[in-house]
Nanobody, 126 residues
Framework: VQLQASGGGLVQAGGSLRLSCAASGGTFSNYNMAWFRQAPGKERKFVTAVNWSGSRTDYEDSVKGRFTISRDNAKNTVYLQMNSLKPEDTAVYYC????????????????????WGQGTLVTVSS
């Protein structure tokens, strides 16, 4: 499956952005989906994930209550709504697809995801 992320940009602290990740070349509902982010000079880290049906989600602690992941299987797209953005949210955001649809726990490690988008840059100014 191919993933194309979009929606990044420059926003002031306290503002909002919505990222999108469009999938093609596979059956989108076969995959759990996630967003990771990578700040300059740092490793790529888990942000949030949603299971194949949209019934389960998981969030990294620092984004709970501010970010919301959702998916539309009819449109082959996963979204990340980011509110109350902070300068520390500045990073390249990557969407990723997990082939193991049925997990007891949502995958939060980069090596659990088989497919990656190209990334979209989010810059939050103070």
């Amino acid at each position: 499956v191919q993933l194309q992320a979009s929606g990044g940009g420059l926003v002031q602290a306290g503002g909002s952005l919505r990222l999108s990740c469009a999938a093609s070349g596979g059956t989108f509902s076969n995959y759990n989906m996630a967003w990771f982010r990578q700040a300059p000079g740092k490793e790529r880290k888990f942000v949030t994930a949603v299971n194949w049906s949209g019934s389960r989600t998981d969030y990294e602690d620092s984004v709970k209550g501010r970010f919301t992941i959702s998916r539309d299987n009819a449109k082959n797209t996963v979204y990340l709504q980011m509110n109350s953005l902070k300068p520390e949210d500045t990073a390249v955001y990557y969407c990723a697809a997990d082939r193991l649809r049925y997990r007891l726990m949502m995958a939060t490690s980069t090596d659990q995801y088989s497919y990656w988008g190209q990334g979209t840059l989010v810059t939050v100014s103070s």
